[in-house]
């Protein structure tokens, strides 16, 4: 019996990537009417809502009995274990609510800290759905996913830093910037926790930043990418671009995304953001 696989809805998956993976959404909030990411909040609506006035967004994780629902479900259909890979628990109590619910379902269920969000989830869960695929045991499947997050870089520039401030999610960050919101902040995951890298003054310069920053990162390695947005697709798209230039055969594979709506809440139009996973 293979080993099932399950992430949440921050993992952003590219619509290509065909994986057997199950998702557990978490919950966007605005206004008051809750929706679960992706399947009843979009990104464009956040975009919208964070531009307006007297507009509230939020976001909460998904309850543990949705966690439980899942992973039962999957053991009843004949998963041997289940493997579950999550977000930062510095960025979500997500994790929280599956460990929650793996304590309630048994020992046949681990949850794995991707100790980051977007493809920097991404990468590490569907590294550990391929070792399931070869039919690894779920220790091997668990540690195909920590191995890949620590072989992974999440990079990531926002045009302003108040939608984060808002949400208690720059933490060292805030400390450094103190009051001077209008800088060009490029941040990145370090131990699941979002720190300030660099700044600069102007839009053009911190995406040459985030560019420079992605090769260095990258290393000599063979690398995957994925470019992340928020309603700003070409943006994404140019960086992609570059990126496939700067890096030429050493890059395989990569994707452009789009953010849902739970991220789209705590980083505001403009994002970009680059994840390297250097392959071993």
Known sequence: MSVAVVTDSTAYLPPSVKTALSVVPLTVVINGVEGAEGVDVTPAEVARALGGRRVSVSTSRPSPAAFAAVYQRLLDNGASAVVSVHLSEQLSGTIDAARLAAAEVGPAVSVVDAKSTGMGLGF????????????????????????????????????????LRRGGRINAASALLGTALSVKPILNMVDGGIVLRDKVRTASRGLARLVDLA???????????????????????ELAATLTERLGDRLHDCYVTEVGAAVAAHVGPGLASVVVHRRP
């Open 124 to 163: 590490p869960a569907l590294a550990a759905s391929a070792a399931a695929d070869a039919g690894a045991d779920a220790e091997e499947v668990g540690r195909a996913a920590v191995e890949t997050a620590d072989r992974t870089s999440t990079l990531f520039y926002v045009d302003t830093l108040e939608f």
């Open 215 to 237: 090769v260095e990162a990258a290393g000599d390695a063979d690398v995957d990418l994925a470019v992340h947005h928020l309603d700003r697709a070409e943006r994404a798209e």
